[in-house]
């Protein structure tokens, strides 16, 4: 069974950091996969937050724009999501997400709370 395992998230004062991972499987971690983060606010649906195209560009949500990074390392398989500047709307639950030979594949998530 294919397992994506997101870590990093937490409690963070506004203005503050934080980094997100998920590691993928060397069996699906491929630079022609859709590789992406969503996110998931309290009482509404998921949306993407950033993504690495089938053609390797990076995608952003206006809402996150100059503020998050996404990247990857093809050494450890681990997609990462650098967060500068949170704010409180930023909370929520942080998915990882991989679609690749016709399947999707998403973590269990991770919890980003941004408060003070």
């Known amino acids: 069974q294919v397992q994506l395992v997101e870590s990093g998230g937490g409690l963070v004062q506004p203005g503050g950091s934080l980094t997100l991972s998920c590691v993928v499987p060397q069996s699906i971690f491929s630079r022609h996969a859709l590789m992406a983060w969503y996110h998931q606010a309290p009482g509404k649906e998921r949306e993407l937050v950033a993504s690495f195209t089938t053609g390797g560009s990076r995608t952003y949500a206006d809402s996150v724009k100059g503020r998050f990074t996404i990247s990857r390392d093809t050494l450890v398989n681990t997609l990462y999501l650098l967060m500068n500047g949170l704010k409180f709307e930023d909370t929520g639950v942080y998915y990882c997400?991989?679609?690749?030979?016709?399947?999707?594949?998403w973590g269990s998530g991770t919890q980003v709370t941004v408060g003070s």
């Open positions: 997400y991989v679609q690749y030979g016709g399947s999707d594949y």
